[in-house]
């Protein structure tokens, strides 16, 4: 079958040019209607950070499953299976079965304990000043490596639309998405932030549904026929069996492991999907929230599988690792084959969108955490008023997308799943087991909290330092340089056990005990969600 497939021409891609610019220019028109809308009611922090707890549980958990699936699902995980076959794979299957441990473990304690971030949480019955400072650094940091992937696929993606393979016109695409974030940020506020990401969802689960169903038509509805013409095309029966990627090597064993690890233990601690739990009215609500958003983000992934396969049959592996974007391309290249010009307009408009809610959700929850966690609380030591923290956020957004500009310009050409996987890897370092001893452990102190989340930081971010993602291989951001000690591409499987221990041994060692009165009154709240709803200040 494969090799009746005509092999996609990227050249002709140059003729869509002006389409896709204005399936863009639709999309973002229709937003900013939608998010000025929205923003008449941002009168209070309630409303800017939580959208004024007003979204029911479905409609949180389409949001949620907008805020998950970022350029990674679609175009890094895509591509990674259409490259790497089975290997790539296992990234839908981390991301999925990391929710189980957000619903049993996470969710609805997070929701009843806390206001509008994670270090409301954290502090709860612990010194606020050290574990606020700590919480919010390690929000920052992940939300910061969060951004570069999604900038790095837009770069990667308005590249293969636009015909722009030069650094400088690549780095003008990461700008104009950086400068679109921030308005919809500054504007909107959550609430609006919201409404994109509910409107992303549905376009993009519906798109590559569409593109699922019409991949396994051509192959008669039978995946086994697909899967055989993905391996012929590639000329390689080892693109349906797992180590491709990760299998060669005792190294790359350890690597899968690693990168499995951060993936299911970091879901559960990433800030900007624990915030989206406080913009519901209730417990039940963000339970509901969890279970919807399962089924939609389940349900794309499997679309993955068949999209990846379908690109590698339909467009071959050499053509989309050729191609300007790499392999985050292996999408938009699928969709030009199945529906020309018209199919890929809406596929990267959609791709397009999704990072664009995605950013939105980065942006306002590091906002927030500075804002509400640093100035409210630590500066100001509970004194500014509501107004002034939130102008002090939307300023700090606008600082937020510059710096994610800058880096997102550095990090062009990194393939988003591999980049969104060492977020995970330092949101599990540095917050996973903080909460959990929070939420878990009764004895649990300061110095246990502060020692975890620094320690975890600190240890994440010096491995990917010195690992081959930054120098000694082909691929690296800087390939010219060699000062990769450490072998692991992710550092998970040494820093996220290593900040449990940390949690631990911080607290054995620790002489001063917590206020026990609190500690009681945080395991009461986080069952029950009695007085959720009161400021968490104290």
């Not at 349900?299 to 790499?326: E, H, M, Q, R």
């Not at 994610?404 to 062009?412: E, L, R, V």
């Not at 393939?415 to 009764?442: D, E, G, H, Q, R």
Request: aromatic share 10%; net charge positive.
């Amino acid at each position: 079958m494969s090799a009746m497939v005509p092999m996609v021409n990227v050249a002709a891609l140059k003729d869509t040019t002006l389409l896709n610019m204005g399936i863009f220019a639709l999309f973002v028109l229709v937003t900013m209607v939608i998010v000025f809308r929205a923003s008449r009611n941002n009168k209070t922090a309630a409303d800017y950070y939580a959208a004024g707890r007003s979204f029911t549980g479905s409609q949180n958990g389409t949001a949620i499953a907008g805020d998950y699936l970022s350029a990674a699902s679609f175009l890094g995980i895509t591509g990674a299976i259409a490259v790497n076959g089975y290997d790539g794979f296992l990234y839908s299957i981390g991301f999925l079965v990391a929710w189980l441990v957000a619903l049993l473990l996470v969710a609805e304690l997070m929701r009843n304990t806390g206001k509008f971030t994670m270090a409301d949480v954290l502090s709860f019955r612990l010194r606020q000043r050290p574990v606020r400072i700590a919480a919010a650094l390690t929000t920052l940091v992940v939300c910061f490596f969060y951004l570069l992937a999604q900038m790095a696929g837009a770069g990667s993606l308005i590249s293969l639309l636009l015909g722009i393979s030069d650094w400088g016109g690549q780095a003008l695409v990461i700008v104009v998405v950086g400068a679109l974030m921030i308005m919809y940020v500054l504007i909107g506020g959550m609430k609006g932030t919201t409404w994109v990401q509910i409107i992303k969802a549905v376009l993009l689960i519906c798109g590559a549904a569409v593109m699922t169903l019409w991949v396994l038509s051509i192959y008669g509805f039978n995946l086994s026929n697909l899967l055989g013409a993905a391996a012929d095309t590639a000329k390689n029966p080892n693109v349906l069996n797992p180590g491709l990627q990760y299998g060669k090597t005792d190294t790359s064993k350890l690597d899968f492991l690693s990168l499995g690890m951060a993936l299911v233990l970091g879901t559960a601690a990433l800030p900007h999907v624990l915030m989206r739990f406080y913009t519901v009215p209730t417990a039940k609500e963000a339970r509901k929230s969890v279970v919807w958003s399962i089924w939609l983000i389940g349900l794309f992934y499997l679309f993955t599988l068949v999209l990846g396969y379908g690109a590698a049959a339909l467009v071959g592996a050499d053509t989309i690792k050729s191609a300007p974007g790499g392999v985050n391309s292996a999408a938009p290249l699928l969709a030009f084959h199945l529906g020309g010009p018209l199919l890929l307009g809406f596929i990267s408009a959609v791709a397009f969108a999704t990072i664009l809610a995605v950013v939105a959700g980065l942006t306002i929850t590091a906002a927030a955490s500075f804002a509400h966690d640093i100035y409210a609380n630590v500066i100001s030591k509970g004194k500014a008023g509501a107004g002034t923290e939130v102008k002090v956020a939307r300023r700090t957004v606008v600082v937020i997308g510059v710096l994610a500009i800058i880096g997102g310009i550095f990090a062009n050409g990194q393939n988003v799943a591999f980049l969104v996987a060492l977020a995970f890897a330092v949101a599990a370092s540095a917050n996973l087991p903080t909460i959990l001893y929070s939420l878990f452990w009764k004895k649990f102190t300061t110095q246990g909290a502060t020692w975890s989340m620094y320690g975890g930081l600190s240890a994440a971010i010096i491995l990917i330092a010195l690992s081959p993602v930054v120098s000694g291989a082909k691929t690296s951001m800087i390939p010219g340089a060699n000062f990769a000690v450490f072998p692991l591409s992710n550092p998970g499987i040494v820093s996220i056990p290593l900040a449990f221990l940390l949690g631990w041994l911080g607290t054995v060692v620790d002489k001063r005990r917590e206020d026990t009165s609190k500690q009681a009154e945080m395991e009461v709240r986080s069952l029950t969600g009695v007085g959720a709803e009161k400021a968490v200040n104290h």
